[in-house]
Protein backbone atom coordinates (compact mmCIF):
# COMPACT_ATOMS: atom_id res chain seq x y z
CA UNK A 1 0.00 0.00 0.00
CA UNK A 2 1.04 3.72 -0.65
CA UNK A 3 2.89 5.13 1.88
CA UNK A 4 0.22 7.62 3.18
CA UNK A 5 0.42 10.21 6.25
CA UNK A 6 -1.53 13.21 7.80
CA UNK A 7 -1.26 16.44 8.63
CA UNK A 8 2.18 18.37 7.41
CA UNK A 9 4.03 20.32 10.42
CA UNK A 10 3.57 23.31 7.84
CA UNK A 11 0.04 22.90 8.18
CA UNK A 12 -0.07 22.19 11.88
CA UNK A 13 1.89 25.38 12.21
CA UNK A 14 -0.92 27.40 10.07
CA UNK A 15 -3.36 26.75 12.60
CA UNK A 16 -1.03 26.29 15.65
CA UNK A 17 1.43 29.01 16.00
CA UNK A 18 -1.52 32.01 15.16
CA UNK A 19 0.09 33.08 18.44
CA UNK A 20 0.29 31.82 21.85
CA UNK A 21 -1.31 35.11 23.22
CA UNK A 22 -4.07 34.85 20.60
CA UNK A 23 -4.88 31.40 22.26
CA UNK A 24 -4.23 32.99 25.82
CA UNK A 25 -7.50 35.24 25.25
CA UNK A 26 -9.90 32.83 25.31
CA UNK A 27 -8.58 29.30 26.04
CA UNK A 28 -8.30 28.57 29.44
CA UNK A 29 -4.86 29.47 31.69
CA UNK A 30 -3.65 26.25 30.72
CA UNK A 31 -4.24 26.59 27.22
CA UNK A 32 -5.73 23.15 26.67
CA UNK A 33 -7.50 22.98 23.57
CA UNK A 34 -9.29 19.85 23.33
CA UNK A 35 -13.01 19.04 24.36
CA UNK A 36 -13.21 19.53 28.32
CA UNK A 37 -15.25 16.78 30.98
CA UNK A 38 -18.11 18.56 32.14
CA UNK A 39 -20.05 17.03 35.20
CA UNK A 40 -23.65 17.38 35.47
CA UNK A 41 -23.65 17.12 38.90
CA UNK A 42 -21.54 19.91 39.33
CA UNK A 43 -23.42 22.61 37.13
CA UNK A 44 -20.88 25.74 37.81
CA UNK A 45 -17.49 24.28 36.91
CA UNK A 46 -15.43 26.84 35.27
CA UNK A 47 -13.43 26.24 31.65
CA UNK A 48 -10.38 25.69 34.05
CA UNK A 49 -12.17 23.07 36.24
CA UNK A 50 -13.37 21.02 33.75
CA UNK A 51 -10.39 20.96 31.45
CA UNK A 52 -7.99 19.95 34.70
CA UNK A 53 -11.27 17.05 34.95
CA UNK A 54 -11.07 15.91 31.63
CA UNK A 55 -7.20 15.71 31.64
CA UNK A 56 -7.25 13.93 35.32
CA UNK A 57 -10.05 11.49 33.55
CA UNK A 58 -7.66 10.45 30.92
CA UNK A 59 -4.28 10.18 33.50
CA UNK A 60 -6.48 7.59 35.25
CA UNK A 61 -7.81 6.16 32.56
CA UNK A 62 -4.83 5.23 30.99
CA UNK A 63 -3.36 4.07 34.37
CA UNK A 64 -0.84 6.43 34.57
CA UNK A 65 0.84 6.50 38.33
CA UNK A 66 4.33 8.23 40.08
CA UNK A 67 6.83 7.15 39.49
CA UNK A 68 6.36 6.21 35.47
CA UNK A 69 7.15 7.00 31.96
CA UNK A 70 4.36 8.46 30.55
CA UNK A 71 3.92 9.77 26.77
CA UNK A 72 1.89 12.57 25.26
CA UNK A 73 0.97 12.47 21.65
CA UNK A 74 0.10 15.75 20.75
CA UNK A 75 0.97 17.70 24.03
CA UNK A 76 -0.38 21.27 22.67
CA UNK A 77 0.63 23.89 25.25
CA UNK A 78 1.80 20.60 27.70
CA UNK A 79 -1.32 20.96 29.84
CA UNK A 80 -1.51 17.25 30.30
CA UNK A 81 2.57 16.82 30.81
CA UNK A 82 2.14 19.91 33.62
CA UNK A 83 -0.82 17.76 35.47
CA UNK A 84 1.38 14.41 35.24
CA UNK A 85 4.30 15.79 37.10
CA UNK A 86 3.05 17.86 39.74
CA UNK A 87 -0.62 16.32 40.30
CA UNK A 88 0.38 12.60 39.50
CA UNK A 89 3.89 12.49 40.52
CA UNK A 90 5.20 11.31 36.99
CA UNK A 91 8.62 10.74 36.44
CA UNK A 92 9.30 11.62 32.87
CA UNK A 93 6.42 12.79 31.06
CA UNK A 94 7.30 13.16 27.18
CA UNK A 95 5.43 15.16 24.74
CA UNK A 96 5.04 15.22 21.34
CA UNK A 97 3.98 18.03 18.55
CA UNK A 98 4.31 19.16 15.49
CA UNK A 99 3.70 23.13 16.59
CA UNK A 100 7.15 24.98 17.29
CA UNK A 101 5.32 27.13 19.36
CA UNK A 102 3.80 25.14 21.24
CA UNK A 103 7.58 22.72 21.92
CA UNK A 104 9.18 26.57 22.98
CA UNK A 105 6.35 27.06 25.07
CA UNK A 106 6.56 23.43 26.81
CA UNK A 107 10.11 24.17 26.66
CA UNK A 108 10.40 27.44 28.83
CA UNK A 109 8.04 25.67 31.23
CA UNK A 110 11.59 24.29 32.55
CA UNK A 111 10.45 22.20 34.41
CA UNK A 112 13.03 18.72 34.63
CA UNK A 113 10.18 16.15 34.41
CA UNK A 114 9.33 17.42 30.96
CA UNK A 115 10.33 16.14 27.69
CA UNK A 116 8.98 17.84 24.59
CA UNK A 117 9.77 17.02 20.99
CA UNK A 118 9.30 18.84 18.37
CA UNK A 119 8.37 15.38 16.77
CA UNK A 120 5.46 13.36 14.19
CA UNK A 121 4.41 10.83 16.31
CA UNK A 122 6.03 8.21 12.81
CA UNK A 123 9.25 9.21 13.85
CA UNK A 124 9.33 8.80 17.68
CA UNK A 125 12.02 6.54 18.71
CA UNK A 126 11.93 5.88 22.64
CA UNK A 127 14.89 4.46 24.25
CA UNK A 128 12.87 2.48 26.80
CA UNK A 129 9.09 1.38 27.00
CA UNK A 130 6.25 3.92 28.72
CA UNK A 131 4.37 3.15 31.24
CA UNK A 132 1.16 5.08 29.71
CA UNK A 133 0.37 6.73 26.57
CA UNK A 134 -2.72 10.05 26.29
CA UNK A 135 -3.39 10.91 22.99
CA UNK A 136 -6.09 13.94 23.69
CA UNK A 137 -7.49 15.01 20.02
CA UNK A 138 -4.25 14.51 17.75
CA UNK A 139 -5.75 11.73 16.19
CA UNK A 140 -8.01 14.01 14.09
CA UNK A 141 -4.85 15.24 11.82
CA UNK A 142 -3.24 11.63 11.23
CA UNK A 143 -5.50 11.01 8.33
CA UNK A 144 -5.17 13.59 4.99
CA UNK A 145 -8.90 14.22 3.38
CA UNK A 146 -9.60 12.51 0.50
CA UNK A 147 -8.88 9.03 1.68
CA UNK A 148 -10.42 5.81 1.41
CA UNK A 149 -11.80 4.32 4.26
CA UNK A 150 -9.19 1.48 3.97
CA UNK A 151 -6.77 4.05 3.77
CA UNK A 152 -7.41 5.68 6.88
CA UNK A 153 -7.79 2.31 8.71
CA UNK A 154 -3.99 1.47 7.34
CA UNK A 155 -2.78 4.89 9.11
CA UNK A 156 -4.49 4.67 12.05
CA UNK A 157 -3.36 0.70 12.54
CA UNK A 158 0.16 2.01 11.63
CA UNK A 159 -0.20 4.40 14.64
CA UNK A 160 -1.68 1.69 16.67
CA UNK A 161 1.31 -0.31 16.18
CA UNK A 162 3.50 1.88 17.44
CA UNK A 163 1.57 2.53 20.36
CA UNK A 164 1.70 -1.26 20.92
CA UNK A 165 5.29 -1.28 20.29
CA UNK A 166 6.13 1.72 23.00
CA UNK A 167 4.42 0.34 25.82
CA UNK A 168 5.11 -1.73 28.53
CA UNK A 169 3.16 -4.90 28.43
CA UNK A 170 -0.12 -4.55 30.40
CA UNK A 171 -0.04 -0.88 29.65
CA UNK A 172 -3.11 1.53 28.26
CA UNK A 173 -3.99 3.92 25.93
CA UNK A 174 -6.30 6.84 26.72
CA UNK A 175 -7.44 8.13 23.58
CA UNK A 176 -9.79 11.33 23.06
CA UNK A 177 -11.15 12.29 19.33
CA UNK A 178 -13.49 13.72 17.29
CA UNK A 179 -15.45 11.62 14.52
CA UNK A 180 -17.62 11.83 12.03
CA UNK A 181 -21.35 11.04 13.81
CA UNK A 182 -24.39 11.50 11.99
CA UNK A 183 -22.96 12.80 8.92
CA UNK A 184 -19.92 12.10 6.04
CA UNK A 185 -17.41 14.17 5.25
CA UNK A 186 -19.95 15.88 2.00
CA UNK A 187 -22.46 17.19 4.50
CA UNK A 188 -19.49 19.23 6.78
CA UNK A 189 -18.62 22.66 5.72
CA UNK A 190 -15.27 22.52 4.04
CA UNK A 191 -14.21 25.84 5.43
CA UNK A 192 -12.96 24.04 8.36
CA UNK A 193 -10.78 21.90 6.78
CA UNK A 194 -9.74 24.27 4.52
CA UNK A 195 -9.14 27.27 6.26
CA UNK A 196 -8.81 25.80 9.90
CA UNK A 197 -7.54 22.47 10.58
CA UNK A 198 -5.49 22.33 6.61
CA UNK A 199 -4.63 18.58 5.55
CA UNK A 200 -7.13 17.20 8.63
CA UNK A 201 -9.63 14.76 8.49
CA UNK A 202 -12.11 12.48 11.01
CA UNK A 203 -11.87 9.41 11.81
CA UNK A 204 -15.40 7.01 11.93
CA UNK A 205 -15.57 5.36 15.39
CA UNK A 206 -15.70 2.26 13.14
CA UNK A 207 -12.03 2.88 11.78
CA UNK A 208 -10.38 3.60 14.75
CA UNK A 209 -11.90 0.51 16.82
CA UNK A 210 -11.15 -2.00 13.49
CA UNK A 211 -8.00 -0.18 13.28
CA UNK A 212 -7.26 -1.26 17.13
CA UNK A 213 -8.32 -5.23 16.80
CA UNK A 214 -5.48 -7.82 17.94
CA UNK A 215 -3.23 -4.87 19.48
CA UNK A 216 -5.46 -3.23 21.68
CA UNK A 217 -8.72 -4.03 23.52
CA UNK A 218 -11.55 -1.27 23.53
CA UNK A 219 -12.28 -1.89 27.31
CA UNK A 220 -14.50 1.54 27.71
CA UNK A 221 -16.26 4.15 25.32
CA UNK A 222 -17.87 7.60 25.52
CA UNK A 223 -19.34 9.78 23.42
CA UNK A 224 -19.50 13.62 25.19
CA UNK A 225 -20.26 15.41 22.45
CA UNK A 226 -22.25 17.42 24.48
CA UNK A 227 -19.36 18.32 26.27
CA UNK A 228 -17.74 19.61 23.62
CA UNK A 229 -20.73 22.23 22.44
CA UNK A 230 -20.73 23.21 26.10
CA UNK A 231 -16.14 23.87 25.84
CA UNK A 232 -17.24 25.55 22.48
CA UNK A 233 -19.44 28.17 23.79
CA UNK A 234 -17.41 29.00 26.56
CA UNK A 235 -14.37 29.54 23.78
CA UNK A 236 -16.62 32.14 22.06
CA UNK A 237 -17.98 33.76 24.80
CA UNK A 238 -14.28 34.22 25.78
CA UNK A 239 -13.09 35.25 22.35
CA UNK A 240 -15.98 37.98 22.38
CA UNK A 241 -14.78 39.24 25.44
CA UNK A 242 -11.83 39.45 24.50
CA UNK A 243 -12.61 40.96 20.66
CA UNK A 244 -10.56 43.59 20.23
CA UNK A 245 -7.88 42.53 21.97
CA UNK A 246 -7.60 39.47 19.67
CA UNK A 247 -8.03 41.79 16.33
CA UNK A 248 -5.26 43.74 17.86
CA UNK A 249 -2.94 40.32 18.42
CA UNK A 250 -4.10 38.75 15.18
CA UNK A 251 -6.41 40.91 12.92
CA UNK A 252 -9.63 40.77 11.70
CA UNK A 253 -9.68 38.22 9.63
CA UNK A 254 -8.25 35.91 11.50
CA UNK A 255 -10.71 36.87 14.49
CA UNK A 256 -13.52 36.60 12.08
CA UNK A 257 -12.42 33.05 10.91
CA UNK A 258 -11.93 31.56 14.43
CA UNK A 259 -15.40 33.13 15.23
CA UNK A 260 -17.02 31.31 12.53
CA UNK A 261 -15.23 28.24 13.24
CA UNK A 262 -16.34 28.09 16.49
CA UNK A 263 -20.11 29.15 15.95
CA UNK A 264 -19.80 26.13 13.54
CA UNK A 265 -18.61 23.65 15.44
CA UNK A 266 -20.99 24.28 18.28
CA UNK A 267 -23.27 23.59 15.72
CA UNK A 268 -22.10 20.53 14.29
CA UNK A 269 -21.70 19.04 17.97
CA UNK A 270 -24.88 19.98 18.84
CA UNK A 271 -27.00 18.50 16.06
CA UNK A 272 -24.76 15.02 16.42
CA UNK A 273 -22.98 15.12 13.12
CA UNK A 274 -20.02 14.82 14.94
CA UNK A 275 -19.43 12.70 18.25
CA UNK A 276 -16.39 13.37 21.04
CA UNK A 277 -15.52 9.48 21.78
CA UNK A 278 -13.14 9.01 24.91
CA UNK A 279 -11.93 5.34 24.57
CA UNK A 280 -9.55 3.16 27.04
CA UNK A 281 -7.63 1.10 25.29
CA UNK A 282 -5.90 -1.67 27.38
CA UNK A 283 -2.44 -3.46 25.33
CA UNK A 284 -2.61 -6.88 24.03
CA UNK A 285 0.32 -8.48 25.15
CA UNK A 286 -0.11 -11.41 22.87
CA UNK A 287 -1.54 -10.42 19.80
CA UNK A 288 -2.95 -13.89 18.26
CA UNK A 289 -2.58 -13.29 14.82
CA UNK A 290 0.51 -11.09 14.46
CA UNK A 291 -0.11 -7.39 14.70
CA UNK A 292 0.18 -6.55 10.68
CA UNK A 293 -2.59 -6.30 7.90
C1 LIG B 1 -5.94 19.98 19.18
S1 LIG B 1 -4.28 19.94 19.72
C2 LIG B 1 -4.47 19.12 21.24
C3 LIG B 1 -3.41 19.47 22.23
C4 LIG B 1 -3.55 18.88 23.63
N1 LIG B 1 -3.66 17.44 23.61
C5 LIG B 1 -4.71 19.49 24.40
O1 LIG B 1 -5.55 18.74 24.91
O2 LIG B 1 -4.74 20.72 24.50
C6 LIG B 1 -3.51 18.72 18.65
C7 LIG B 1 -2.04 18.47 18.91
O3 LIG B 1 -1.60 17.36 18.10
C8 LIG B 1 -0.32 17.64 17.57
N2 LIG B 1 -0.11 16.79 16.40
C9 LIG B 1 -0.82 16.73 15.26
N3 LIG B 1 -0.31 15.81 14.41
C10 LIG B 1 0.74 15.25 15.06
C11 LIG B 1 1.69 14.22 14.72
N4 LIG B 1 1.66 13.59 13.54
N5 LIG B 1 2.65 13.91 15.62
C12 LIG B 1 2.71 14.55 16.82
N6 LIG B 1 1.84 15.52 17.19
C13 LIG B 1 0.87 15.86 16.32
C14 LIG B 1 -0.36 19.13 17.30
O4 LIG B 1 0.93 19.66 17.16
C15 LIG B 1 -1.09 19.62 18.57
O5 LIG B 1 -0.16 19.76 19.61
Not at 9 to 23: C, M, S, T
Not at 109 to 116: A, D, K, S, T, Y
Not at 123 to 150: K, N, Q, T, V
Not at 161 to 190: F, K, M, V
Request: include cysteine; proline fraction near 5%.
Amino acid sequence: MTVLSGASQEAIAFHYDVGNDFYQLWLDPTLTYTAALWAPEAPGLTLAEAQAQKIDFHIRQAQAQGGQRVLDIGCGWGSALLRLVKEHAVEHAVGLTLSPNQATWVQALGNPRIEVRLEPWEAHAPSEPYDAILSIEAFEAFARPGLSSREKIHLYRTFFEHCHRWLRPGGWLSLQTIAYGNSTPEDLDAFISQDIFPESDFPRLAEVVEATERLFEVVRLQNDREDYGRTLRAWLDNLKANRQEAVRLAGEETVVRYERFLRLSIYTFTIGACDLHRIALRRIDQPRCGSGE
